[in-house]
Protein backbone atom coordinates (compact mmCIF):
# COMPACT_ATOMS: atom_id res chain seq x y z
CA UNK A 1 0.00 0.00 0.00
CA UNK A 2 1.41 3.11 -0.94
CA UNK A 3 1.64 6.14 1.04
CA UNK A 4 -0.36 8.66 -0.62
CA UNK A 5 -3.24 5.51 -0.66
CA UNK A 6 -2.80 6.09 2.94
CA UNK A 7 -3.32 9.60 3.49
CA UNK A 8 -6.28 9.46 0.76
CA UNK A 9 -8.01 7.22 3.11
CA UNK A 10 -11.38 8.52 3.30
CA UNK A 11 -12.46 6.63 6.77
CA UNK A 12 -9.02 7.38 8.72
CA UNK A 13 -10.22 9.15 11.51
CA UNK A 14 -12.79 6.88 12.75
CA UNK A 15 -12.37 4.51 15.26
CA UNK A 16 -13.53 1.14 13.13
CA UNK A 17 -16.53 -0.45 14.96
CA UNK A 18 -18.26 -3.61 13.33
CA UNK A 19 -20.85 -5.39 14.79
CA UNK A 20 -21.48 -9.58 14.04
CA UNK A 21 -24.19 -11.42 14.63
CA UNK A 22 -23.41 -14.93 14.84
CA UNK A 23 -24.98 -17.89 16.47
CA UNK A 24 -22.05 -20.34 16.30
CA UNK A 25 -19.58 -19.76 19.19
CA UNK A 26 -16.60 -21.35 17.58
CA UNK A 27 -17.11 -19.16 14.31
CA UNK A 28 -17.46 -15.78 17.10
CA UNK A 29 -14.35 -16.88 18.37
CA UNK A 30 -12.67 -17.32 14.79
CA UNK A 31 -14.33 -13.85 13.47
CA UNK A 32 -12.94 -12.02 16.42
CA UNK A 33 -9.45 -13.43 16.42
CA UNK A 34 -9.34 -12.97 12.31
CA UNK A 35 -10.67 -9.11 12.61
CA UNK A 36 -8.12 -8.33 15.85
CA UNK A 37 -5.39 -9.80 13.27
CA UNK A 38 -6.65 -7.77 10.67
CA UNK A 39 -7.64 -4.80 11.36
CA UNK A 40 -5.81 -2.86 14.31
CA UNK A 41 -7.91 -0.76 16.79
CA UNK A 42 -11.13 -2.27 15.95
CA UNK A 43 -14.05 -2.88 17.93
CA UNK A 44 -15.52 -6.14 17.39
CA UNK A 45 -19.39 -6.51 19.53
CA UNK A 46 -20.69 -9.79 19.24
CA UNK A 47 -23.98 -11.25 19.39
CA UNK A 48 -25.65 -13.90 18.97
CA UNK A 49 -29.62 -13.28 18.05
CA UNK A 50 -31.91 -10.82 16.32
CA UNK A 51 -33.05 -9.39 19.31
CA UNK A 52 -29.77 -8.69 20.90
CA UNK A 53 -28.86 -7.17 17.41
CA UNK A 54 -31.36 -4.86 17.53
CA UNK A 55 -31.30 -3.87 21.27
CA UNK A 56 -27.68 -3.13 21.01
CA UNK A 57 -28.33 -1.10 17.68
CA UNK A 58 -31.81 0.73 19.22
CA UNK A 59 -29.38 1.28 22.62
CA UNK A 60 -26.44 2.40 20.62
CA UNK A 61 -28.27 5.20 19.23
CA UNK A 62 -31.01 6.19 21.74
CA UNK A 63 -27.50 7.07 23.91
CA UNK A 64 -25.70 8.89 21.25
CA UNK A 65 -22.82 6.51 21.26
CA UNK A 66 -20.78 5.45 17.86
CA UNK A 67 -22.84 3.06 15.97
CA UNK A 68 -20.80 0.49 14.04
CA UNK A 69 -19.97 1.54 10.51
CA UNK A 70 -20.65 -2.52 9.35
CA UNK A 71 -22.71 -5.24 10.29
CA UNK A 72 -21.79 -8.33 9.52
CA UNK A 73 -24.68 -11.03 9.35
CA UNK A 74 -24.62 -14.81 9.55
CA UNK A 75 -27.43 -15.88 7.47
CA UNK A 76 -28.35 -19.42 9.41
CA UNK A 77 -29.59 -17.64 12.39
CA UNK A 78 -30.04 -20.93 12.83
CA UNK A 79 -32.26 -20.52 9.42
CA UNK A 80 -32.05 -18.38 6.53
CA UNK A 81 -35.59 -16.90 7.85
CA UNK A 82 -33.87 -15.88 10.99
CA UNK A 83 -30.94 -13.99 8.94
CA UNK A 84 -33.38 -12.49 6.56
CA UNK A 85 -35.87 -11.04 9.17
CA UNK A 86 -32.81 -9.63 11.24
CA UNK A 87 -31.77 -8.39 7.47
CA UNK A 88 -35.17 -6.84 7.04
CA UNK A 89 -35.22 -5.74 10.98
CA UNK A 90 -32.19 -3.56 10.63
CA UNK A 91 -33.14 -2.06 6.89
CA UNK A 92 -36.04 -0.81 8.68
CA UNK A 93 -35.04 1.21 12.32
CA UNK A 94 -34.32 4.58 11.51
CA UNK A 95 -32.34 5.89 8.66
CA UNK A 96 -29.62 5.89 10.99
CA UNK A 97 -29.30 2.23 11.48
CA UNK A 98 -31.22 1.34 7.98
CA UNK A 99 -28.47 2.76 6.12
CA UNK A 100 -25.38 0.53 7.73
CA UNK A 101 -24.49 -1.47 5.22
CA UNK A 102 -25.09 -5.03 5.94
CA UNK A 103 -22.65 -7.76 4.59
CA UNK A 104 -23.78 -11.53 5.05
CA UNK A 105 -21.30 -14.11 5.78
CA UNK A 106 -22.70 -17.67 5.19
CA UNK A 107 -21.52 -21.73 4.91
CA UNK A 108 -24.41 -21.83 1.97
CA UNK A 109 -23.22 -21.01 -1.11
CA UNK A 110 -26.71 -21.74 -2.57
CA UNK A 111 -28.15 -19.69 -5.45
CA UNK A 112 -31.42 -18.96 -4.05
CA UNK A 113 -29.61 -17.73 -0.44
CA UNK A 114 -27.16 -15.41 -2.73
CA UNK A 115 -29.73 -13.81 -4.51
CA UNK A 116 -32.49 -13.19 -1.98
CA UNK A 117 -29.86 -11.73 -0.16
CA UNK A 118 -29.55 -9.07 -2.59
CA UNK A 119 -33.05 -8.62 -3.12
CA UNK A 120 -33.39 -7.73 0.77
CA UNK A 121 -30.47 -5.75 0.16
CA UNK A 122 -27.01 -6.38 1.25
CA UNK A 123 -24.02 -4.49 0.63
CA UNK A 124 -22.47 -7.75 -0.03
CA UNK A 125 -22.95 -12.07 0.07
CA UNK A 126 -19.56 -13.74 1.08
CA UNK A 127 -19.39 -17.69 1.29
CA UNK A 128 -17.85 -18.41 4.53
CA UNK A 129 -14.15 -19.37 4.42
CA UNK A 130 -12.63 -22.74 5.43
CA UNK A 131 -9.75 -22.44 7.36
CA UNK A 132 -8.39 -19.40 10.02
CA UNK A 133 -5.92 -18.56 7.56
CA UNK A 134 -8.42 -17.48 4.79
CA UNK A 135 -10.47 -15.79 7.70
CA UNK A 136 -8.04 -13.45 7.73
CA UNK A 137 -7.28 -12.89 4.28
CA UNK A 138 -11.21 -11.95 3.83
CA UNK A 139 -10.66 -9.45 7.11
CA UNK A 140 -7.80 -7.85 5.18
CA UNK A 141 -9.73 -7.89 2.30
CA UNK A 142 -13.00 -6.41 3.78
CA UNK A 143 -10.81 -3.55 5.73
CA UNK A 144 -9.04 -2.56 2.21
CA UNK A 145 -12.30 -2.17 0.58
CA UNK A 146 -14.53 -1.22 3.31
CA UNK A 147 -12.37 1.42 4.95
CA UNK A 148 -9.44 2.62 3.01
CA UNK A 149 -11.16 2.57 -0.50
CA UNK A 150 -14.98 3.14 -0.12
CA UNK A 151 -16.47 6.22 1.96
CA UNK A 152 -19.15 4.80 4.77
CA UNK A 153 -22.06 6.93 6.45
CA UNK A 154 -21.48 9.33 8.67
CA UNK A 155 -23.34 8.91 11.73
CA UNK A 156 -23.54 12.02 14.39
CA UNK A 157 -22.86 9.91 16.91
CA UNK A 158 -19.75 8.29 15.39
CA UNK A 159 -16.77 10.17 16.11
CA UNK B 1 -2.53 -13.61 -3.80
CA UNK B 2 -1.78 -17.46 -3.23
CA UNK B 3 -3.11 -20.23 -5.65
CA UNK B 4 -5.49 -21.20 -2.44
CA UNK B 5 -7.67 -18.02 -2.91
CA UNK B 6 -7.17 -18.11 -6.77
CA UNK B 7 -9.25 -21.39 -6.60
CA UNK B 8 -11.48 -20.58 -4.22
CA UNK B 9 -12.68 -17.43 -6.40
CA UNK B 10 -16.43 -17.30 -6.04
CA UNK B 11 -17.06 -15.82 -9.56
CA UNK B 12 -14.24 -17.95 -11.07
CA UNK B 13 -16.33 -19.08 -14.21
CA UNK B 14 -17.84 -15.55 -15.18
CA UNK B 15 -16.88 -13.16 -17.71
CA UNK B 16 -17.06 -10.43 -15.63
CA UNK B 17 -19.25 -7.30 -17.01
CA UNK B 18 -19.89 -3.45 -15.34
CA UNK B 19 -21.97 -1.23 -16.57
CA UNK B 20 -20.63 2.24 -16.06
CA UNK B 21 -23.42 5.52 -15.45
CA UNK B 22 -20.82 8.19 -16.31
CA UNK B 23 -21.47 11.59 -18.14
CA UNK B 24 -18.33 13.38 -18.20
CA UNK B 25 -16.68 11.54 -21.50
CA UNK B 26 -12.69 12.37 -19.76
CA UNK B 27 -14.12 10.43 -16.45
CA UNK B 28 -15.56 7.47 -18.82
CA UNK B 29 -12.02 7.30 -20.67
CA UNK B 30 -10.17 6.99 -17.30
CA UNK B 31 -12.49 4.58 -15.90
CA UNK B 32 -12.47 2.33 -19.26
CA UNK B 33 -8.63 2.18 -19.37
CA UNK B 34 -8.62 1.58 -15.64
CA UNK B 35 -10.83 -1.23 -15.73
CA UNK B 36 -9.26 -2.92 -18.97
CA UNK B 37 -5.85 -2.45 -16.74
CA UNK B 38 -7.05 -4.02 -13.86
CA UNK B 39 -9.49 -6.31 -15.05
CA UNK B 40 -8.33 -9.22 -17.38
CA UNK B 41 -11.09 -10.42 -19.81
CA UNK B 42 -13.98 -7.55 -18.49
CA UNK B 43 -16.39 -5.93 -20.61
CA UNK B 44 -17.11 -2.47 -19.57
CA UNK B 45 -20.54 -0.84 -20.66
CA UNK B 46 -20.12 2.74 -20.82
CA UNK B 47 -23.53 4.69 -21.04
CA UNK B 48 -24.07 8.26 -20.42
CA UNK B 49 -27.75 8.60 -18.57
CA UNK B 50 -30.32 7.63 -17.13
CA UNK B 51 -32.69 6.25 -20.02
CA UNK B 52 -29.56 4.82 -22.06
CA UNK B 53 -28.79 2.52 -18.72
CA UNK B 54 -32.54 1.39 -17.78
CA UNK B 55 -32.70 0.63 -21.83
CA UNK B 56 -29.44 -1.21 -21.79
CA UNK B 57 -30.38 -3.29 -18.73
CA UNK B 58 -34.31 -4.00 -19.82
CA UNK B 59 -32.97 -5.07 -23.35
CA UNK B 60 -30.00 -7.58 -22.01
CA UNK B 61 -32.55 -8.89 -19.11
CA UNK B 62 -35.24 -9.66 -22.69
CA UNK B 63 -33.47 -10.86 -24.88
CA UNK B 64 -31.60 -12.75 -22.25
CA UNK B 65 -28.01 -11.69 -22.58
CA UNK B 66 -25.84 -11.64 -19.89
CA UNK B 67 -26.90 -8.84 -17.26
CA UNK B 68 -24.02 -6.87 -15.38
CA UNK B 69 -22.63 -8.26 -12.42
CA UNK B 70 -21.77 -4.85 -11.08
CA UNK B 71 -22.88 -1.17 -11.94
CA UNK B 72 -21.10 2.10 -11.30
CA UNK B 73 -23.11 5.39 -11.11
CA UNK B 74 -21.67 8.63 -11.15
CA UNK B 75 -23.93 10.45 -8.81
CA UNK B 76 -23.93 13.94 -10.45
CA UNK B 77 -25.46 13.23 -13.83
CA UNK B 78 -25.10 16.06 -14.06
CA UNK B 79 -27.43 16.86 -10.81
CA UNK B 80 -26.98 14.39 -7.68
CA UNK B 81 -31.20 13.86 -7.96
CA UNK B 82 -30.78 12.43 -11.30
CA UNK B 83 -27.95 9.91 -9.65
CA UNK B 84 -30.29 9.08 -6.90
CA UNK B 85 -33.97 9.06 -9.87
CA UNK B 86 -31.27 6.51 -11.73
CA UNK B 87 -30.64 4.63 -8.51
CA UNK B 88 -34.49 4.60 -7.70
CA UNK B 89 -34.85 3.53 -11.85
CA UNK B 90 -32.63 0.73 -11.41
CA UNK B 91 -33.62 -0.93 -7.62
CA UNK B 92 -37.40 -0.93 -9.18
CA UNK B 93 -36.84 -3.25 -11.89
CA UNK B 94 -37.22 -6.66 -12.17
CA UNK B 95 -35.51 -8.47 -9.10
CA UNK B 96 -33.23 -9.74 -11.39
CA UNK B 97 -31.94 -6.14 -12.11
CA UNK B 98 -32.73 -4.62 -9.14
CA UNK B 99 -30.67 -7.01 -7.19
CA UNK B 100 -27.27 -5.82 -8.86
CA UNK B 101 -24.53 -3.89 -6.45
CA UNK B 102 -24.61 -0.38 -7.91
CA UNK B 103 -21.34 1.32 -6.15
CA UNK B 104 -21.28 5.16 -6.50
CA UNK B 105 -18.68 6.79 -7.41
CA UNK B 106 -18.79 10.90 -7.19
CA UNK B 107 -16.48 13.96 -6.85
CA UNK B 108 -18.20 14.47 -3.95
CA UNK B 109 -17.55 13.78 -0.49
CA UNK B 110 -20.74 15.54 0.99
CA UNK B 111 -21.65 13.87 4.03
CA UNK B 112 -25.25 14.43 2.69
CA UNK B 113 -24.39 12.64 -0.42
CA UNK B 114 -23.29 9.69 0.81
CA UNK B 115 -25.84 9.36 3.29
CA UNK B 116 -28.53 9.59 1.26
CA UNK B 117 -26.93 7.53 -1.26
CA UNK B 118 -26.71 4.20 1.27
CA UNK B 119 -30.33 5.38 2.33
CA UNK B 120 -31.50 4.65 -1.21
CA UNK B 121 -29.72 1.08 -1.31
CA UNK B 122 -25.83 1.19 -2.97
CA UNK B 123 -24.33 -0.95 -1.63
CA UNK B 124 -20.93 1.23 -1.56
CA UNK B 125 -19.93 4.76 -2.11
CA UNK B 126 -16.45 5.68 -3.66
CA UNK B 127 -15.24 9.23 -3.64
CA UNK B 128 -13.28 9.65 -7.45
CA UNK B 129 -9.42 9.28 -6.85
CA UNK B 130 -7.39 12.07 -7.89
CA UNK B 131 -4.93 10.72 -10.35
CA UNK B 132 -5.04 7.40 -13.35
CA UNK B 133 -2.41 5.36 -10.93
CA UNK B 134 -5.02 5.85 -8.04
CA UNK B 135 -8.23 4.66 -10.21
CA UNK B 136 -6.12 1.46 -11.39
CA UNK B 137 -5.65 0.90 -7.73
CA UNK B 138 -8.87 1.29 -7.24
CA UNK B 139 -10.46 -0.68 -9.80
CA UNK B 140 -7.70 -3.50 -8.25
CA UNK B 141 -9.20 -3.25 -4.69
CA UNK B 142 -12.95 -3.91 -6.47
CA UNK B 143 -11.84 -6.79 -8.72
CA UNK B 144 -10.36 -8.18 -5.35
CA UNK B 145 -13.40 -7.23 -3.32
CA UNK B 146 -16.36 -8.21 -5.68
CA UNK B 147 -14.51 -10.60 -7.57
CA UNK B 148 -12.59 -12.76 -5.15
CA UNK B 149 -13.79 -12.53 -2.07
CA UNK B 150 -17.89 -11.60 -2.69
CA UNK B 151 -20.53 -14.24 -4.41
CA UNK B 152 -22.27 -11.83 -6.67
CA UNK B 153 -25.95 -12.81 -7.48
CA UNK B 154 -26.56 -15.70 -10.34
CA UNK B 155 -29.22 -13.98 -13.12
CA UNK B 156 -30.57 -17.42 -15.13
CA UNK B 157 -28.80 -15.79 -18.24
CA UNK B 158 -25.16 -14.46 -16.84
CA UNK B 159 -23.25 -17.27 -18.31
Redesign the interface.
Known amino acids: M ?1 I ?2 LK ?1 N ?1 NQNRNPRILVIEDNLDHQLIIENAIQQSFVGVEAVLVATEPEAIDYLDNTALTGNRLPQLILLDLYLPDREDGWNCLNGIKSRS ?1 EI ?4 VIVFSNS ?1 Y ?1 ED ?2 ES ?2 L ?1 V ?5 K ?2 DFT ?1 WV ?2 FQ ?2 K ?3 W ?7 HKSMY
Open positions: SSRSPPGQIPASITYNGASYVVPAEEYTLEYWETVSLPS
